[in-house]
């Protein structure tokens, strides 16, 4: 009776390869080819990385070795779904996330060339208002911008910090 238990634990469907969840690369790949914009891409990056990392994770930790494999295959994925979008002829409503996408590719200055360069205004910067860089900008839940800050300075820190759990706070 123990051996028959044995064997049909043994062998118990959850316990084949077949039920194991796909690879981090597996699913990022199948997420970029189902992609309808770049944004839906550069997402599935931002999920692929620490998948991956902890994928490749030994147990005395990350070499360096080891982060530049996982960079070196986000970078190959992003090319891979860039090559999906011509800049020429994607949305506006689909610039910004073109953009991040050039920049998650390691092209951040060729794909400001290719996105400045389409005609109009850059919708970032008429929707939120840039006026310089950095800029920071804090949105509350109901997606008003309660704070612009142009320029980086230390010292406004703890003054950002007690800012944002004040809005995390609001209802």
Do not use: W
Not at 94 to 100: H, R
Not at 125 to 141: A, H
Not at 148 to 163: H, P, S, V
């Amino acid at each position: 009776m123990v051996a028959a238990l044995f064997l049909a634990i043994a062998l118990s469907p959850a316990q084949t390869p077949a039920a194991q969840a796909p690879t981090a690369q597996a699913a990022a790949a199948a997420a970029i080819a189902a992609a309808p914009g770049p944004a839906e891409c550069v997402t599935a990056l931002q999920a692929f990385v620490p998948k991956r990392q902890q994928e490749v994770r030994t147990p005395t930790g990350f070499t360096s070795e080891l982060l530049r494999q996982v960079n070196d295959e986000k970078l190959a994925l992003a090319k891979s779904c860039l090559a999906r979008f011509d800049p020429a002829t994607v949305k506006t409503s689909q610039l910004p996330g073109l953009s991040e996408l050039f920049t998650a590719a390691g092209q951040p200055e060729e794909g400001r060339g290719k996105v400045t360069d389409l005609p109009g205004p850059d919708p970032n910067e008429t929707g939120y208002k840039v006026s310089g860089i950095p800029q920071i900008q804090l949105i509350d839940k109901h997606g008003k911008i309660r704070l612009i800050m142009i320029g980086y300075d230390d010292a406004n820190e703890a003054g950002l910090a007690t800012f944002i759990a004040k809005l995390m706070a609001e209802k």
